[in-house]
């Protein structure tokens, strides 16, 4: 049946087809994976902390007690009891989210692609930190906007340098608890003033906060949502705090917003598995998550500890780098004169890798920059590996 | 911490999200999913299809020997033996199918969004069939093209006129069994003809099978891919044959496309959950699809015969209709002067529901025709539901 001779096709593909360029983490992440490489570079949680027990319990009572309607289509904006719950967990002092505010989404990277479809026409200003999450330069780089690098200091985001860039920006893309990639944190003085900025320039701040709840001292930092919930747009995600592959965050945005992201989500794949939302909400809602989250943050915690240890016994002087109190990073700045990338290539024939710099920076990279990761590498290796980069960091200082 | 008198924000949306409609099926499903109505309105499987113990087996056999690793986050295109498997059931008649050449996605409707996001510029011509499917129009149509309708008369698309409207065009979207909204099918010699009328106009055409293996009587056509792998574009779902509430489908693509989409899926939603698709494959892997399938092609075999009996007794011979093979929709024609959305609110009055026929026309809608399903109605429901609108119709010639 197969027909003779056909023409072969001359693409001709969309002009944002040309803006598409692969994740350049996870491009390492495929040399990386080799068992005899110790690897800081993963932005992957520990598998240790995901509760298999209690999905495979939720899995089996959902299917038993609801499997018909578990299994069915389900509606776009998502499973009504867990948007409740969500919108629940977000109302504090006094400010109240309701569940029409809620968009379930296929991890909090489909929010970032709805928000940029939505929000972003070709040119559109759109203001990101410096450096800033790279999946979100990802998302939003397809939708063709103009970046426009907001300073940041050794305390993050300066709220100060905001207006002088804000001109017919469409938003401000933030991640103030433990910032991917430099673990970085906001003040709640700060917090207060950005929200201020924004509102009084009418820009909306979008809020991404995969990993606020994974605070190693005491409870999370004030949500900005919480400060001007019809200016903030906040970004959630069930993969640090339970687990990634099942693929689900959420979104919560004022209505107008929430009504184009729910109506660009349905065009986008529908809804998000309706069974995956209900068994994440029978994992959760008796307070699963009260006495869970304390054992990934006190695990990260100490992973966190030993690796600042060894960095401050093996690296040269001239090196700097972040003291997270949360999360999964810690940023490193080496003397301006040494490019991560080369080092990454060195690092690597002795079995020890890491994240360039580079790729974070919407413009002007700073390539004497690294992320470090240590919440899936064991103590010990911790310990071998930063020793293995403190050696080879000694030589090029 | 709330600040004092935020100004409200002056939404700034992109171009394509004024492009933003809601689905009007999802629209009249919430009318319609009283249970006092007979709705033929859906489009959803029958959830008495729905392999509800051989999933749940799945998950927990998954989650008990491969836990951590379902878990945790996946490759981009998607589960390898679950490729596998697909690009060998797609491998006939000497054709070989690679792995490489599957990406897997959230439901099919995702690789429509991801289509229409590498393949659409703004004012792009997108051939269409007349009618077609509102989910992909829906979906190529946030990438702002412009559509060109394709003739069809009673066998489905005609491939001689294609030629006449191909120019610059970048894809043909087709469905060519047990199409949705008619449940028409194109005979073996119309694919043969369409095939290589694109395939010399250089014109990518994709194939939309969510249907094609519920056919009624017999093996199903043979796939178009088959008869252009390279030049072919083959779109399947797990959601009819298996259950649509996990959200599985993919796309099979030329390698050069097949890689553009990947980078878009990426930026989109990274990548679709990695238990579902281990779930699915161990439902499938071994041999599970070849006994369920029939007996839900059976049981809807079953019910669109009721159906056309039904509609033989009760309705005007001024009225006509298909008389689908497979699949799970049967279109009717109306008089001219009957507009089927104002007939709808009458039959609604006596809690009968169907879907108006001209949301499914990208352009020159015909008001005179209307969808039905009877997948979700049990038997003497359809006899009643029909019963009521012949007698509705008969008011009207």
Chains 1, 2 share one sequence.
């Not at 003779?4 to 994740?23: D, T």
């Not at 002087?317 to 080092?343: N, Q, Y």
Request: glycine content about 8%; aromatic content about 8%; charged content about 20%.
């Amino acid at each position: 049946m197969k027909i003779e001779n056909p023409s072969p096709i001359q693409w001709h593909f969309a002009q944002r087809a040309e803006q598409l360029q692969s994740s350049f983490i996870r491009e390492i992440l495929k040399i990386t994976q080799r068992p005899e490489v110790i690897s800081f570079a993963g932005g992957l949680p520990s598998p240790a902390t995901f509760p298999v027990e209690q999905m495979k319990a939720a899995f089996d009572q959902v299917l038993t007690l609801q499997g018909k309607v578990a299994l069915q289509y389900g509606p776009t904006d998502g499973y009504g009891p867990l948007r409740e719950w969500i919108a629940n967990s977000l109302s504090t002092g006094g400010v109240k989210i309701m569940p029409e505010q809620v968009l379930m989404t296929s991890g909090s990277q489909q929010a970032l692609d709805l928000l940029g479809k939505v929000l972003i026409d070709e040119g559109s200003r759109v203001l990101v930190e410096t450096p800033s999450y790279l999946g979100a330069l990802q998302a939003f780089s397809v939708y063709r906007p103009e970046f426009v690098s907001v300073d940041t200091d050794d305390d993050g985001l300066v709220p100060q340098s905001v207006a002088t860039v804000a001109e017919g920006a469409r938003m401000l893309y933030a991640l103030p608890n433990f910032q991917n990639p430099t673990g970085r944190s906001l003040s709640i003085a700060r917090r207060v003033e950005l929200v201020e900025t924004c509102a009084r320039l009418g820009l909306p701040l979008i809020e991404d906060d995969p990993y606020g709840a994974l605070s190693y001292r005491g409870a999370p930092a004030p949500k900005m949502l919480a400060m001007n919930p019809a200016g903030v747009i906040y970004m959630g995600s069930f993969s640090k705090v339970l687990t990634p592959g099942i693929r689900l965050g959420y979104v919560v945005a004022p209505l107008p917003l929430l009504r184009r992201l729910e109506l660009a989500k349905q065009a986008a794949d529908l809804h998000t598995a309706q069974l995956t939302q209900m068994v994440v909400y029978q994992v959760i809602k008796d307070g699963f998550l009260d006495t869970h989250i304390p054992t990934i943050s006190a695990l990260y915690g100490n992973q966190c500890q030993v690796m600042l240890d060894a960095m401050a016994e093996h690296f040269p002087a001239s090196v700097s780098w972040t003291k997270p109190e949360g999360g999964m990073f810690i940023w490193v700045t080496l003397p301006k004169h040494i490019d991560s990338m080369k080092l990454l290539d060195e690092a690597l024939a002795q079995h020890v890798a890491f994240v360039p710099g580079a790729p974070f920076y919407a413009n002007a990279p700073e390539s004497n920059t690294l992320r470090l990761s240590f919440v899936t590498v064991p103590p010990e290796k911790i310990r071998e590996g930063i020793a293995k980069l403190g050696k080879l960091l000694a030589t090029k200082v």
